[in-house]
């Protein structure tokens, strides 16, 4: 916002579709596998998931294993299914995978693991700062790759506004940054 003082930017956290080509909105950031026609996507965060928990929740050991992954300690986000599959690619078939808590968005169970109350299968992006301060650990795992993203959705034409390009451009930086 310091870079463009002038420029206006409301923001609204809404699950809602929004119609850019009727509403007046110039950009979205959408989850998920594409966009309608006549659209442009690009990608702001990729959706690899990596399970997480609290260094508290496996002391005094500093790295958890596949093995500490029970169905009881699963934390879910509104994506349950996600974690059958990353027990079906890493050997994990024992863990029911329809036991543990859910929560309808994914901040819920990262905070969740944050408070040693279990695993979370989070979006490495999501979790990098935490990881590298030490307050998630990542089990050593390979991560479930999926083809879902975090997409900045918008009109061609809206690029034709200097303004406009220009906070695109800052937005995709901040999310390659980070």
């Known amino acids: 916002m310091r870079l463009a003082p002038d420029v206006d930017v409301h923001v609204s956290t809404s699950d809602r579709v929004v119609d850019l080509a009727s509403e007046d909105i110039h950009f979205a950031v959408r989850h998920g596998l594409g966009v309608a026609p006549g ?6 965060v990729a959706d690899d998931l990596v399970p997480v928990c609290s260094p ?4 005094p050991r500093r790295v958890p294993r596949v093995t500490d992954i029970t169905g009881a300690r699963l934390l879910h986000d509104g994506h349950r299914g996600d974690w059958r599959l990353w027990c079906e690619a890493n050997g994990a078939l024992g863990v029911d995978c329809n036991q543990g808590v859910v929560f309808t968005h994914s901040n819920g169970s990262i905070e969740a693991a944050l ?4 695993f979370a299968l989070a979006r490495q992006g999501f979790v990098a700062q935490e990881i590298a301060a030490r307050a998630l650990v990542a089990v050593r795992s390979a991560a479930l790759a999926t083809p879902l993203a975090y997409r900045l959705v918008h009109r061609p034409e809206v690029l034709v506004d200097p303004a406009l390009r220009g906070f695109r451009d800052w937005i995709t930086a901040q999310a390659t940054a980070s």
Request: glycine content about 14%.
């Open 39 to 44: 659209l442009l996507a690009e990608v702001l």
């Open 115 to 118: 408070a040693g109350r279990g």
């Open 56 to 59: 508290r929740l496996i002391a």
